[in-house]
């Protein structure tokens, strides 16, 4: 029998308690950047491609359930069993604006074009704050079935997904009329939600199914089963060839995207994984468990069986992010002042 190489992660401390979300930046000017919230209440910015720490966002009072960056990882939002939503310049750490709830806020999600913050949580009621006139009350969508457990933004801010914590499916909105156009069901609750970088698949996870969804036309294209329950999963974005799962049997494992075939188990968390994420251009992936560390897998060499299948869909020429993007390396955390400049740049153009 062949030895499986035995993947060594890179293991990120730092958090005190269970981490229940990750997300990832798109390639920026300055690399890309992971985000982590956990139920510690502290929030924290790390280099994307070392796991380095930059920074811990200090300022919530609960468990924070949600985090994410905006689309040039210069804001951070974060959601809050505190009843508030945050949102944080991501270069400095400073709180930006608070905004209240009644209720604990599960999920929250910039739009693409960083203007808006979308929010739910325990209220049932999805909520899209306008980042340019903070003070201005935000507009409610229609009441959501159920206490909302995921969100996200599709179609160029057009619609807006949901899933909820006590009853199974996907639900989408129109951000125009607030109504739900469509829903996607599932027998479970989808824990996890992501919508893939080229906007094609909705991925999510339910019970211990992973499914890939036609985000435009809201077919199912694929349902695997998992050895276990799956609380997160995560599309490989590149090549979308595979992608990665991890839940209740503290295993992070990666499948085959055309086959459902297990490619690769890494184990090492001491927990429950609650989130796996790939990063923006899928040399690696990372995970956060209820053991309170992030450990970021790197996704290895295309094979050359892989190499040469990819070459016949043809979607290697399709590449949004090349390599060397991806590989150029972050000097230290010097962007502080470029970003500030670049800030005043972007406001003296609007």
């Known amino acids: 029998m062949d030895k499986k190489k035995v993947a060594v992660p890179l293991v990120c401390h730092g958090h005190s308690r269970p981490v229940v979300d990750l997300f990832y930046s798109p390639v920026t000017p300055d ?5 982590s919230a956990s139920k510690d209440s502290s929030p924290m910015l790390r280099n994307g491609e070392t796991g380095d720490w930059i920074g811990t966002f200090e300022g919530h009072k609960g468990a924070v359930w949600s985090c994410c960056l905006d689309t040039n990882a210069l804001r951070a939002a974060t959601a809050s069993a505190d009843f508030s939503t945050k949102v944080w ?6 709180e930006l604006h608070s905004f209240e709830h009644k209720h604990i806020v599960r999920a929250c999600a910039f739009s693409e074009d960083t203007h808006l913050l979308l929010t739910g949580g325990v209220e049932k009621i999805l909520r899209i704050y306008d980042l340019n006139r903070p003070d201005a009350p935000p507009r409610e969508v229609d009441k959501s079935p159920g206490s909302v457990r995921t969100v996200a933004w599709l179609h160029s801010d057009q619609t807006i ?3 909820c914590t006590d009853m199974g499916g996907v639900r989408l909105w129109d951000v125009r009329s607030g109504k739900i156009v469509q829903t996607l069901e599932t027998k479970s609750s989808v824990t996890s939600a992501e919508v893939s970088q080229d906007g094609r ?5 339910d019970g211990s199914s992973v499914k890939f969804w036609d985000a435009n036309y809201y077919g199912l294209v694929k349902s695997y089963d998992m050895p276990c329950n799956v609380e997160s999963a995560s599309l490989e974005p590149k090549y979308g060839n595979k992608f990665a799962a991890g839940g209740e049997d503290m295993w992070v494992r990666v499948f085959d995207f055309h086959t459902g075939n297990e490619i690769a188990c890494n184990k090492g968390h001491h927990g429950p994984v609650h989130c796996v994420r790939f990063s923006p251009g899928g040399e690696s992936y990372a995970s956060g468990s209820e053991d309170g560390t992030i450990r970021i897998w790197q996704t290895g060499p295309l094979t050359q069986e892989e190499s040469e299948a990819l070459a016949a869909n043809g979607s290697i020429e399709k590449v949004k992010v090349t390599a060397d993007e991806v590989s150029r390396k972050i000097e230290g955390f010097h962007i502080a002042d470029e970003g500030k400049s670049k800030e005043k740049e972007e406001a003296g153009e609007e």
């Open 201 to 205: 698949y909705i991925t999510t996870a």
């Open 31 to 35: 690399g890309f950047f992971l985000i």
């Open 89 to 94: 310049d991501a270069l400095t750490g400073d």
């Open 161 to 163: 997904l949901s899933s």
